[in-house]
């Protein structure tokens, strides 16, 4: 009518160029009614009046690919119900429950997050964002909780949610503690569904989380402390671990805190005289370089080798190039 007509021709006034990709906002009826067999189509295998049973269908799936399509087809109800109101072809409305359709979005979204979230602990990939991710709002976001399980469910959300975030929080992902209590967390969700478990399994879960937790808590601790050393520094903090991982060029922590802690001070200083050193890495490497030799003959009784000097320059230089380039250490 008029009025659409109007409509369009204002959004194609603003949006120009990019009116295509608004074209779906004009569909024709009989594009409308192809989209709901469609969607009709990919759902066809499931329980679209009950949200409960819906759910539980989609929680045995763990193909990613098979619940992106299934979310894709509700999404798509989402956007057609849209165009159908748009269009004023209300009697399609009649065709599916589309405020029902909506629901069920909610619950393959979410189970998808869970998917999605499991892929990663399993490949060990992506662990800042993974981390980063409320990993208990989504195991638990769209499961209906009895009773007799509301304050285990609680608790486990809770314990989770410190634990994420305690690992999330920790500055050095390198470090094998900080490894090995991330693979505890992994393990958890291999090979089963969190928001599936018993109510035993649910207290044996809480149990291992509390354990995680509480020794995250304790790695966090001695973290801030060494950075601390370097004025909170957490650069220096993780170079100072791996030299004493590798028990090099020395075993004896003060004599390697020392060393750090002067050869921090003048490479700093020698950053901010220089603003354009870190583009030239060969050069800083060079002037790092030096700075170990010279600190850490002071501070241990061996002779410091070429190789071990290259190794503690490395670690350095590495630092200062992940926080110059904005990457995650």
Excluded at 50 to 69: C, H
Excluded at 174 to 195: A, C, M, Q, T, V
Excluded at 227 to 247: H, I
């Amino acid at each position: 009518d008029k009025t659409n007509k109007a409509y369009f021709d204002e959004l194609q006034g603003v949006l120009g160029d990019e009116m295509e990709s608004y074209s779906n906002l004009f569909m024709s009826k009989e594009e409308m009614e192809a989209c709901i067999r469609e969607i009709k189509e990919v759902l066809a295998d499931y329980d679209l009046k009950n949200a409960e049973n819906f759910s539980s269908q989609i929680s045995q799936i763990s193909d990613q690919g098979e619940m992106q399509r299934i979310k894709k087809a509700l999404e798509d109800a989402r956007a057609l119900y849209n165009n159908i109101r748009f269009a004023g072809e209300y009697e399609l409305l009649e065709s599916m429950d589309f405020r029902k359709l909506g629901t069920l979005y909610i619950e393959a979204s979410n189970h998808l997050a869970l998917i999605n979230a499991k892929n990663a602990l399993e490949h060990n990939e992506e662990i800042g964002n993974l981390l980063n991710m409320a990993l208990e709002d989504i195991v638990f976001g769209f499961r209906k909780i009895g009773e007799s399980e509301l304050v285990l469910a609680g608790e486990l959300i809770d314990i989770l949610k410190r634990t994420r975030e305690g690992l999330a929080s920790n500055f050095d992902t390198k470090d094998p503690e900080w490894i090995s209590l991330y693979e505890e967390l992994r393990r958890l969700f291999d090979g089963k569904n969190l928001n599936e478990v018993s109510q035993d399994e649910m207290k044996t879960n809480i149990t291992s989380l509390k354990s995680i937790h509480e020794r995250i808590k304790e790695l966090n601790r001695r973290n801030d402390l060494l950075k601390d050393k370097y004025n909170g520094d957490p650069k220096y903090a993780r170079v100072q671990k791996r030299l004493l991982e590798a028990g090099r060029p020395s075993k004896i922590k003060t004599a390697i805190i020392e060393a750090l802690q002067k050869v921090k001070e003048q490479t700093d200083i020698a950053v901010l005289d220089r603003n354009d050193s870190l583009h030239n890495e060969s050069y800083f490497g060079r002037i790092v370089a030096k700075l170990v030799l010279n600190e850490f003959k002071k501070t241990i009784d061996t002779n410091m080798d070429f190789e071990t000097v290259e190794f503690i320059r490395d670690l350095i230089v590495e630092e200062y190039l992940n926080e110059y380039h904005g990457k995650i250490a």
